[in-house]
């Protein structure tokens, strides 16, 4: 096989360690990463061992990579897409790029969190939260977070890298009831930003080093740490919150689509995703896992938005481009 080699960030993964890509210049499989590294890296450690493959890891934020997917630079560039917000694999499913698979274990993830096709199936899960430092006066509400007079600035995904920022700006759209109200909104936080993180994953990590006192995160990332021992908490807004699932794919351009049906397989079931959530403080999806997504959205006593995951993929182009016109260019 002809060595695939792809931008990004790219990290070898044999049962001994990483290695360089020069070592792996054959992978028998070429895995797009859009979640945290940490994640991808525990899972395919895993998944090489027990299977005796070579994979390679590319990492990508959520919107490069599905740029990436529907543009790539050679044919068969990567195999697997896996991690990064669902909305994005609906849209990548819509337009034909992701491959129809039947694999095991499909079953044990909840209707809602994956695609009804079999195009992508969710493995992991978050809860839209504020990230803030124990010593200041933290927000309830989104509105107390652009309230004015708080003198805190907040430290904010990118919408146009992060898969985070969207389902940020999902929530406002839902929330406010209008695009025009969702941008007044966001062109308010605009105004209290400290600065915006490529990724979403980042933020908490900006707290918890001192370099912010807020941040908008999924909330597993603020708890993981307040877990290292951080002095972070995590807040749920009581005016609505939204949710992530990460997802994992086929990609239809595969060259090794039986090697990438294998490696959806493992990442699904049970201990793919005990693996993937325990690398990076995420939730799994499975319903037969305690602590799963669903049932940590079912014990939140606030409205969640974005259950319709299918609409916010075919609002996602919209609202981004919204954002990048009205409050990135300063049109408010």
Known sequence: MAPRIAAGTVVGVTVLGLVTLEQLDSPELVVLCSNNVDSCTAVVARYEQIAGSRVTIVRMPTTEALARIRVPKEAGEFDVWMGGPAEAYTIAADEGLLSRAEVENADSIPGNLRDPDGRWYGIYGGILAFCAASDVAAPTTWDDLVAAGSGERVVVPNPMTSGTAFTMLSVQFERLGSLDAAMDYMSRLDSRAATYTDSGTVTAHVVASGRAGIGVTFGPYCETENELGRDVRTIYPRDGTGFEVGAIAILRESSAPDEAGRFVSFTISAEGQHIGAESSGQLPVSASIPGNLNARLDALDVTVFG??????????????????????????
Do not use: N, P
């Open 307 to 332: 259950q319709d995951i299918d609409a916010a993929g075919k609002r996602r182009a919209s609202l981004i481009a919204a954002w990048a016109e009205k409050v990135r260019h300063g049109a408010y």
